[in-house]
């Protein structure tokens, strides 16, 4: 089958938060290694990592203790475990290139408000138009809350409603990463509060950021084209099978249906080494220049009437400057 060349423009970003927003996947080997060194064991290698990450945290925990064979219960490895990440978690940083990133994609709502000055009340197709993002992340909330505290201006361009965590109750039991669930929600979060008159997104028209392979494999299972930024041990680790990462193909889900999965080089998922200077033209997103963050209807705050007070403004549904 001949690689895919044409694609809609990119209207969604979906955000994996571990090792893709932020650096963790260090720290994550970090904690886990104090306790295998606790109870004599050899180090985590990438080989085990990369079958944990992206996954659940109870689904993770089993396999990583099926491998350990540690003289503890899952339970008493799960209270060291977490005693050691709330130790070292609330340090966090992002990545390299997430802040611009972040800040360009939220920038796009620039181009919601010219479309409707342009033509009152009608939201058009325009090739310049606001890129919608979501978090999808397989950490609970607890544990997105140690990571992110310190993080609160990062996080805020993520609208509550559409940030998408591991333990949220609309995802089943047993359906994580690297099942599709969690990026099908993720879409549906976004088009159950886009403005009105504006037509729902399709999962070809999202663009999900991972790290992990099981998270590449679900995004891709929810027909999605997908980033593939993984750290560079990870990357290391399937050296020479990339293209399979890629197409969902390394067999992380088991036995699944193959309508389910991609073809090698099929043009649907792009290896990234770095999200510093992301190619945005490549997949259709205009950002407008840093100078439209002074426009009034771009800030935190407008004023509606030159005798009441400054109220809060909802960007998805904030009228366009008047003519």
Not at 94 to 102: D, R, T, Y
Not at 299 to 310: F, M
């Amino acid at each position: 089958m001949a690689p895919r060349t044409a694609f809609p423009s990119v209207r969604a970003c979906l955000f994996d938060m571990d090792g893709l927003l932020l650096d963790t996947e260090d720290l994550y080997s970090l904690c886990c290694n104090l306790v295998l060194e606790k109870y004599q064991k050899p180090k985590l290698p990438w080989s085990i990592k990369a079958k944990l990450q992206g996954r659940p945290g109870p689904a993770a925990n089993k396999l990583f203790h099926d491998w350990a064979q540690l003289p503890i219960t899952e339970e008493e490895y799960s209270k060291e475990y977490y005693a050691l990440q709330a130790q070292h978690f609330p340090g966090t940083q992002p990545l390299p290139g997430i802040e611009k990133l972040l800040n360009d994609l939220g920038r796009t709502r620039y181009w919601d408000a010219q479309n409707t000055k342009q033509q009152p009340g009608v939201q058009t197709q325009s090739p310049k138009q606001r890129v919608h993002i979501a978090l999808a992340t397989s950490s609970h909330e607890s544990n997105f809350r140690l990571k992110t505290a310190h993080l609160e201006e990062l996080f805020s361009v993520f609208e509550t409603q559409r940030r998408v965590l591991g333990d949220d109750k609309r995802i089943p039991p047993g359906r994580g990463k690297p099942l599709p669930d969690i990026y099908l929600l993720a879409l549906q979060t976004i088009n159950e509060s886009l403005p009105a008159g504006e037509a729902p997104i399709k999962p070809e028209e999202c663009l999900v950021f991972e790290d992990s392979v099981p998270g590449v494999e679900a995004g891709r299972r929810a027909g999605m084209r997908v980033i593939w930024c993984p750290h560079p041990m990870l990357k290391k680790e399937y050296a020479g099978r990339e293209a399979e990462v890629l197409a969902a193909r390394t067999g992380e889900a088991g036995q699944v249906d193959l309508h389910q999965l991609g073809e090698v080089d099929d043009g649907w998922a792009e290896y990234l080494a770095t999200l510093v200077d992301f190619p945005y033209d490549r997949y259709g997103i205009t950002v407008p220049p840093v100078s439209v963050d002074e426009e009034e209807y771009m800030k935190e705050t407008a004023r509606v009437d030159d005798n009441e007070v400054i109220q809060a403004v909802d960007y998805a549904a904030a009228p366009a400057p008047a003519a």
